[in-house]
């Protein structure tokens, strides 16, 4: 079994369009734990820009499932890690400007730094995982940090997968097996989706747990308009 963990930053972009409260992130990933998810991701960024600081504390009293707080293990986001206490963080090398997240960590060059971060959260009981491309070395890299999971950066695997490319997610199934061996849990995420998931868990071993945010919410929108819709219509007969 994989579990889903729904990243409710896209929720937060919408909410920050108008500076009000709608779409309410916390109502938002209670009614997502309702319906089944078994986990809520966040990633927040340092302009805040979706998910802030604040929502990750008005989240964390509330959540039912496995918390996951993604992102750069800046001091800032050390501190709010250690007072939220999630079920798990996972390491993601933000680059400065960058849109989204663009890249796994290289853990060779920066082992040292992994290793203490690691520490210090797995010293506080959560669970540690890193961000990373499937590439053997930074698999073997992520296991000698100490770290408890790696996160498969799949962005790639979903380009290749919609271009046809049948072994698109054959490099993942061998860092998958390579992870397994080395006794590290195996996540994975970035533009998952309902068109290329299916693919991605048959073909990938020992999947533990997606997280998945984007596409996610997209097809929310997509699935859930028309019955929006019907109900507006009926106000206005
Ligand atoms: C690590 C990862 O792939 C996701 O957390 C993704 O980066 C979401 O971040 P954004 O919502 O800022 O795109
Ligand atoms: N860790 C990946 C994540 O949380 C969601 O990424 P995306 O589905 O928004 O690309």
Request: proline fraction near 4%; glycine fraction near 6%; include cysteine.
């Given at each position: 079994?994989?579990k889903l963990s729904v990243n409710i930053?896209?929720?937060?972009?919408?909410?920050?369009?108008?500076?009000?409260?709608?779409?309410?992130?916390?109502?938002?990933a209670?009614?997502i734990e309702?319906?089944?998810a078994e986990g809520i991701t966040v990633h927040?960024?340092?302009?805040?820009?979706?998910?802030?600081?604040?929502?990750v504390?008005?989240l964390k009293p509330v959540l039912t499932t496995e918390f996951n707080i993604e992102g750069?293990?800046?001091?800032?986001?050390?501190?709010l890690v250690l007072e939220a206490k999630p079920a798990q963080v996972t390491l993601?090398?933000?680059?400065?400007?960058?849109?989204?997240?663009?890249?796994?960590?290289?853990?060779?060059?920066?082992?040292?730094?992994?290793?203490?971060?690691i520490?210090?959260f797995k010293s506080h009981g959560i669970r540690t995982s890193?961000?990373?491309?499937?590439?053997?070395?930074?698999?073997?890299?992520?296991?000698?940090?100490?770290a408890d999971r790696?996160e498969?950066?799949?962005?790639?695997?979903?380009?290749?997968?919609?271009?046809?490319?049948?072994?698109?997610?054959?490099?993942?199934?061998?860092?998958?097996?390579?992870?397994?061996?080395?006794?590290?849990g195996?996540n994975?995420g970035?533009?998952?989706?309902?068109?290329?998931?299916?693919?991605?868990?048959?073909?990938?071993?020992?999947?533990a747990e997606v997280s998945?945010?984007?596409?996610?919410?997209?097809?929310?929108?997509?699935?859930?308009?028309?019955?929006?819709?019907?109900?507006?219509?009926?106000?206005?007969?």
């Amino acid at each position: 079994m994989t579990k889903l963990s729904v990243n409710i930053n896209k929720i937060a972009t919408l909410r920050n369009a108008r500076g009000g409260d709608v779409p309410n992130v916390v109502e938002a990933a209670r009614k997502i734990e309702s319906f089944g998810a078994e986990g809520i991701t966040v990633h927040p960024r340092p302009d805040e820009r979706h998910i802030r600081y604040a929502d990750v504390k008005d989240l964390k009293p509330v959540l039912t499932t496995e918390f996951n707080i993604e992102g750069k293990p800046i001091q800032q986001f050390i501190d709010l890690v250690l007072e939220a206490k999630p079920a798990q963080v996972t390491l993601v090398p933000d680059a400065e400007d960058a849109i989204t997240s663009n890249a796994g960590w290289d853990t060779i060059k920066h082992k040292d730094y992994l290793k203490d971060v690691i520490a210090l959260f797995k010293s506080h009981g959560i669970r540690t995982s890193i961000f990373v491309d499937p590439v053997k070395k930074f698999i073997e890299g992520a296991a000698e940090t100490g770290a408890d999971r790696i996160e498969l950066y799949t962005e790639a695997f979903a380009v290749n997968y919609a271009k046809g490319d049948k072994n698109a997610a054959k490099p993942y199934a061998e860092c998958a097996e390579l992870a397994h061996k080395l006794g590290l849990g195996v996540n994975a995420g970035h533009d998952l989706s309902l068109e290329n998931l299916k693919f991605f868990k048959d073909n990938v071993p020992h999947l533990a747990e997606v997280s998945i945010g984007h596409a996610l919410i997209s097809e929310a929108l997509y699935l859930g308009l028309e019955k929006t819709i019907h109900e507006y219509l009926k106000l206005l007969k």
